[in-house]
């Protein structure tokens, strides 16, 4: 299985928020999608799921168009945004119970992979209690419950780690490569180089919705003559100098 995209754009008003974008994630890989704040990942994603559509190119999953058969899609893909949209009025259980019944996922053998979820994710002594009252950590645990509620063959996590506390993210850290390891096909976003460079196969790095790096981080850092993954980004996709804007901003604070 391989998740592909042929020169893909988009464009908001004219102006390009992802620009001829070309890459693959392939199974039992682990794809990290990296870029500064506005480069066009989140959209990237948003178009993967079919939630917005291409200004251009071709989106393939398992060597097939997304656009011919998007519900076949939805039903093998498993996604996290980067925004929490839950239904805050219902609990934990509740909106997971919901989620099955929209997958119409078989009832019996379900709740018990949600009770196991909820168990496995620390969140079965609140199972009832409303997703108002959840941490954003909590509230990020019910996103990835639902998102791999399915077993999808395809998963698409936009900052997954967000609001999780290191114990947990230690866990989805290994998750991540687990899932990989049995044949999941894995693209993930995240400002947390360090993790994305422990546990990614490759990377795609975005600059200006623009690839600018799409190759194993080992290539990368023979290539670049850089030690970390971090070096290689802020070569890439950073433009200002970093040690001379926090000086500014140190000064200006004291004056």
Known sequence: ?????????????GIPA????SFQARAGEIT?????NGSGKSTTMKMITGLIE???GEILFDGHPIRNDLLGLKQRMGYVPEEQYLYSHLSGLEYLIMVGQLRDLPTKSTADRIDGLLRLFSLHGDRHVPLSSYSKGMRQKVLLSAALLHNPD????????????VSMSL???SLI??????????????????TVERVSSHVVILHRGKVVADDSIERLRTLMDLPTLEEIFSQLAVEQDTAAVSREIADLIRA
Not at 154 to 165: A, W
Not at 177 to 194: C, D, M, P, T, Y
Request: glycine residues 6%.
């Open 1 to 13: 299985m391989t998740l592909e995209l042929r020169n893909v754009s988009k464009r908001f008003s």
């Open 18 to 21: 992802v620009d001829n974008v």
């Open 32 to 36: 990290g999608y990296l870029g500064p």
């Open 54 to 56: 291409t200004t251009a």
């Open 154 to 165: 395809l998963i698409l996590l936009d900052e997954p780690f967000s609001g999780l506390d």
């Open 171 to 173: 866990v989805l850290r």
């Open 177 to 194: 490569q687990e899932l990989a390891a049995r044949g999941k096909v894995v693209l993930f976003s995240s400002h947390e180089l360090e």
